[in-house]
């Protein structure tokens, strides 16, 4: 790697973590995690993919879940960003991201916590698409300052 892309993905591994453990609603069922308004970087330059599973991995291990949460936020980062590479549209992997971690925050409430998987799911998934989305439109106008 570059010093310029390790730079790059270790700023944006370290904003999601500030942004995460300072954020009162970053945890649980009703969460709403401005931190996750990064997470849609990866999809306009793939080259911060690694910034952003490491942000999360760091962010979550702070988590009072513990390493299910650490597990559970690599994993969606992962299995969204691998499919993100096959699908051009940003909104629509803002969706996937989102429903990825309605369906597995959901789970791990589920598991753990032992809250309705239903009302968690969808719960998560809101949240996570408002935020994701309204970067989306935010990091279109300004997507060559992602370059």
Known sequence: MKINKIASNALLSALYVVLTIVNPIGWGALQ????EMLMVI??????YIYGAIIGVIIANSFSPLGVIDVAVGALCCIISY?????????????????????????????????????????????STL???FISVFIFKKYDKLLL
């Open 32 to 35: 709403f995690r401005v931190s």
């Open 42 to 47: 990866p999809f306009f330059n793939r080259k």
């Open 82 to 126: 691998t499919l993100s590479k096959h699908i051009n549209n940003k909104y629509i992997n803002a969706c996937i991201y989102s429903a990825l971690a309605g369906v597995l925050v959901g789970l791990e409430l589920k598991i753990v916590f032992r809250l309705p998987f239903i009302a968690s799911a969808i719960s998560v998934f809101i």
């Open 130 to 132: 408002i935020i994701t």
